[in-house]
């Protein structure tokens, strides 16, 4: 026994590198614990309270952390905090303190985006008690936290158990929240399921391929690995085959072509509220992890590697933009716009050129900001019920028409998101697809940025025909725009006025993502 005792050590762990993460998860808990305990008619208000708080505490944090690490990046075990970290985790709580805001929009009647209570059957005289009594369970806030925790992990994670880890701690709350919508539970139920059966299958590749890497390398760490396939000769098949199945787990996170199947389906029957988060977090997340995987062992064997993912890339570009020109749902729209865009950041990905990191980021940011924006201004604009009050979202584009007539500030901020996605000038978008392009012609990745260039023009007819009835036609019928408490308003405006700030005076945003450099070993 006293052996044992001399020879142990106590590890030593750098608590202020894990306290954003700590603070996230801490205030999940705490959301749990008033929606367990709380009087129910203060439970739901100090549930959003505690969560929009833990949202800015753990920016705040990020920001100090960004001043302590540029100096010296630091290595905990499996936990890579470097400025890769700092900044996706920062741009991760911006957009979840966004998109809980308009989570937590209620319109003049009360109603939410959630159920009153996801265990009421569709349809049955339960789900009708809990609505006509205005009952209104809150743990989706905390859920979303949970999520965010499993995104801020990602892109930190220096193992492939880790990066599972934080993979199934971002999803799983997910998945829930999907099937919560208050209208069309059947089809945010088929959302969830399909979801589900997404993430498992990204489980499953993320897991094969560790299993491949272990068998070459020896170790669990990504770092290690980076740092012992140079040396490996003879076994390069085994080590392509697992870069390969981790890459594909990555990609169908970031919802790129052929693993794109359900995302459509997913963002559309998910609440209007989550599906933007989704679609913003789970691709800043999901990229940032991928930026660190590839430009550390990927890039080892991207001779191998570059034409299989060039092919995804070129296909993930024709099935975002020619696809998404025949829909006529603009949720469905959306999500096609997103994988076009995924596309897009590959290019950045694959570059590997000087900055290319914080050019990918900057992208993201830009991204998020309008996709949180648009979302939100698509949860504002609802069809009506026989006797006259708000009813689901109006998401047929016919549904549209004319909204520049009943909200012209709506509409407006509406079109600066659309303009963003086109990547037309003075807006974050043009930025951000800018610097990456310069970066794939800069990588010698010329004709697939042309083509990039070709799919960005096709992709601006869909996003200016939805410019074109909002505008120039007359108001549709039985659409409105609701009345609410003002949160997804706020965002509305504060996601538009980024947009412009980012596409008009972009430089100390790029100069501080200038700095992000991804800790090799």
């Known amino acids: 026994m006293n052996l044992l005792a001399a020879s142990f050590s106590a590890p030593q762990i750098e608590w202020a590198s894990l306290i954003p993460i700590i603070v996230v998860l801490g205030g999940a808990v705490v959301g749990i614990l008033i929606e367990a305990f709380a009087p129910v008619k203060a439970r739901r208000i100090l549930v959003i309270a505690v969560c929009l708080l833990t949202t800015l505490i753990a920016g705040a944090v990020l920001a100090t952390r960004w001043l302590a690490v540029q100096g010296a990046p630091s290595t905990l075990g499996e936990y890579i905090e470097d400025p890769l970290t700092l900044a996706a985790q920062f741009i991760l709580v911006l957009i979840a303190f966004l998109a809980l805001l308009v989570m937590a929009d209620r319109t003049e009647i009360g109603d939410g985006v959630f159920a009153a209570q996801p265990s009421d059957r569709p349809g049955s005289a339960d789900e009708e008690l809990s609505d006509t009594k205005g009952y209104q369970r809150s743990e989706m806030f905390p859920l979303t936290l949970f999520s965010v925790a499993g995104m801020m992990l990602f892109p930190a994670a220096d193992s492939y158990v880790m990066l599972f880890i934080a993979l199934e701690v971002m999803s799983l709350p997910l998945y829930i929240l999907a099937a919560t919508a208050r209208r069309r539970r059947q089809l945010s139920q088929e959302a969830a399921l399909k979801y589900f059966i997404l993430g498992a ?49 990555l990609l169908f996170k970031v919802g790129a072509a052929p693993f794109h199947s359900w995302t459509p389906d997913v963002y559309t029957g998910a609440p209007t509220s989550v599906t933007g988060f989704m679609a913003a977090g789970v691709k800043v997340a999901a990229f940032a992890a991928m930026l660190r995987f590839y430009e550390s062992v990927a890039a080892i064997l991207q001779w191998d590697l570059l034409p299989v993912l060039f ?30 865009h995924a596309s897009f950041i590959l290019i950045g990905v694959f570059s590997l050129t000087k900055g290319a990191t914080g050019h990918v980021l900057f992208y993201l940011l830009a991204y998020g900001l309008a996709t949180v924006g648009a979302f939100a201004v698509v949860s504002l604009v609802r069809t009506t019920s026989e006797d006259g009050l708000p009813a689901a979202e109006a998401t047929a584009l016919s549904g549209w028409a004319g909204l520049g007539k009943k909200s012209p500030l709506l509409a407006a901020a509406m079109l600066i998101f659309l303009l963003s996605f086109a990547g037309i000038p003075l807006t974050a978008g043009f930025v951000g697809k800018f610097v990456v392009f310069a970066d794939g012609f800069a990588g010698g990745m010329t004709w697939l940025v042309v083509l990039a260039l070709a799919c960005s023009a096709v992709t601006a007819f869909y996003y200016f025909r939805l410019v074109r009835l909002m505008f120039f036609t007359d108001p549709a019928e039985n659409t409105l725009v609701v009345r609410s408490e003002g949160f997804a308003g706020l965002v509305v405006v504060v996601c538009a006025l980024g947009t412009l700030l980012l596409g008009i005076f972009p430089a100390p945003v790029l100069s501080i993502l200038s700095q992000v450099v991804i800790l090799l070993p």
Do not use: E
């Not at 998404?324 to 729209?333: A, E, L, N, T």
């Open 311 to 340: 092919a995804v890339a070129i296909l993930t570009m024709l099935v975002g933009t020619f696809t998404g020109i025949v829909q006529s749902d603009v949720k469905r729209m959306l999500a096609f716009s997103s994988i076009a």
């Open 201 to 249: 299958f990204a489980s499953g590749f993320l897991l094969m391929g560790s299993a491949f890497l272990y068998g070459v390398s020896g170790s669990l760490t990504i770092s290690d690995a980076a740092s012992i396939l140079p040396n490996k000769s003879g076994m390069d098949w085994i080590a392509l085959t697992g870069v390969v199945m981790v890459m594909v787990g």
